[in-house]
């Protein structure tokens, strides 16, 4: 009978010291040395994924709790840690969709434990899902998020809610549009609140150079008439490489 024993897997001997060096690269102790030592970067990895994610249209098969959430994981990681820093009272999105990301917000806000409120305005609701409606954290308003009856519920909330705010425009993504949200946000976001405008990458920040003037164009013409307004969060607005958001992570003066 054929023996049962199994021999051991033979490796040649420069499998085995790669095998060693690999596993001298993963101890934490010298995994810096060694990305610093062999690790040489084109520069353009980066802006390659972003074109690579939002052409292949990745984003419209993303869901947060099985819900459509068009937006990058590392963007929704980093604002996650920025909420959780931030520990905001209120958050505010502009263009809700499906509802993903508006739950998403709610279920980060739960998980840090303080009071607060989610308030999620599209023009339009036909998209929100039932499941996202249900979440009691969460107010949904159908309205323009331009227009002046967002801006007083914005006021009635702060007062209900008092401390910081989280404030995301991913609506209208037209320089107009996005350039009014901003405007209507001035009088009702005070220093240290936090606004991220969304897809500036949009007209050519990578992608889509066909777009027309967008929301990083409206970040722009904004600071050209409001140069005090904000500080730029480069550090986090770079941490993961791209982002949906760049030029667009804004801290209020
Ligand atoms: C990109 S989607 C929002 C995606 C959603 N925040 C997410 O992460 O899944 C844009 C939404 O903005 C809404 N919208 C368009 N114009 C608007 C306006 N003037 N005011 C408010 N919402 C608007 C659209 O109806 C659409 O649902």
Redesign the pocket.
């Known amino acids: 009978m054929a023996s049962q024993q199994q021999s051991a897997p033979k490796r040649s001997p420069l499998a085995t010291k790669l095998r060693i060096l690999n596993q001298i690269a993963f101890d934490r102790r010298n995994t810096r040395l060694f990305s610093q030592l062999f690790y040489r970067s084109t520069g353009s990895e980066p802006e390659e994924y972003a074109k690579w994610y939002f052409n292949n249209l990745v984003w419209q098969d993303t869901t947060w709790m099985g819900i ?4 990058s994981p590392c963007d929704m990681w980093n604002y996650q840690e920025i909420l959780f820093s931030l520990k905001p009272s209120l958050v505010i ?6 509802g ?3 739950i998403y917000w709610a279920s980060v806000m739960r998980q840090i434990g303080n009071p607060f409120k989610v308030l999620s ?4 609701h036909k ?1 929100l899902r039932p499941q996202a409606r249900r979440d009691l954290d969460v107010e949904f308003v159908e ?4 227009s002046p009856e967002v801006a007083e519920r914005i006021r009635q909330l702060r007062s209900e809610y008092p401390g910081k705010v989280w404030a995301i425009l ?4 037209s320089m107009d ?1 996005v350039l009014a949200e901003m405007k209507l946000l001035r009088p009702l976001l005070s220093r240290g609140d936090y606004l991220v405008v ?2 500036s990458l949009l007209n050519g920040h990578p992608v889509a150079p066909e777009w027309g003037p967008g929301p990083y164009e409206a970040i722009e013409a904004y600071e050209k008439e409001f140069p005090d307004d904000y500080t730029h969060d480069s550090a986090r607005e770079n941490k993961f490489g791209w982002s949906f958001a760049p030029y667009g992570f804004l801290i209020r003066n």
């Open positions: 459509e959430t068009y937006k999105e502009f263009g809700t969709a499906f993903g990301s508006a305005v599209d023009i339009d998209l309205a323009s998020s331009a991913d609506s209208d993504h549009h969304e897809d």
